[in-house]
């Protein structure tokens, strides 16, 4: 079992949906933890510490900020990039759910020892799933 965290920067509704697809890990958004509003660096030891193998995230940041990369890898946790969606609502978190849901299998699946950064690519707008339109 893993326990991915969902960042405040998602919809908290994420975590509650995928902890009904995949049973078998847990998902805890940064709103039900009471994370919301900490500085990324102490809230990759506060996840160590509670312990959390991952965090989901819109965050490209924590990737890029030298500070936070380090903190992540001295966490030990994996990172899931979800690309920032253009709608709200729940389109919204029907695109997230949609990107994320089968990462997660995978990842899981295909789980390193050390801490590795999924950077995942996917649904922005629900009308990218329509390939085209004919008037009947």
Request: proline share 4%; charged share 20%.
């Amino acid at each position: 079992m893993r326990h991915f965290f969902v960042d405040e920067n998602l919809t908290p509704e994420l975590a509650t949906l995928l902890s009904k697809v995949h049973r078998q890990h847990r998902f805890t958004s940064a709103q039900s933890a009471g994370l919301r509003g900490v500085d990324d660096v102490e809230l990759f030891g506060d996840l160590q510490h509670r312990g959390f193998d991952a965090i989901i995230t819109h965050d490209a940041n924590q990737l890029e900020i030298p500070e936070e990369r380090d903190g992540l890898r001295s966490a030990g946790l994996h990172w899931i990039g979800v690309p920032q969606g253009r709608v709200v609502g729940v389109d919204l978190v029907a695109c997230q759910l949609s990107v994320v849901t089968p990462a997660i299998q995978h990842i899981v699946s295909n789980w390193s020892k050390k801490p590795t950064a999924y950077v995942l690519t996917g649904l922005t707008d629900l009308a990218q799933i329509i390939a085209g339109t004919t008037r009947l």
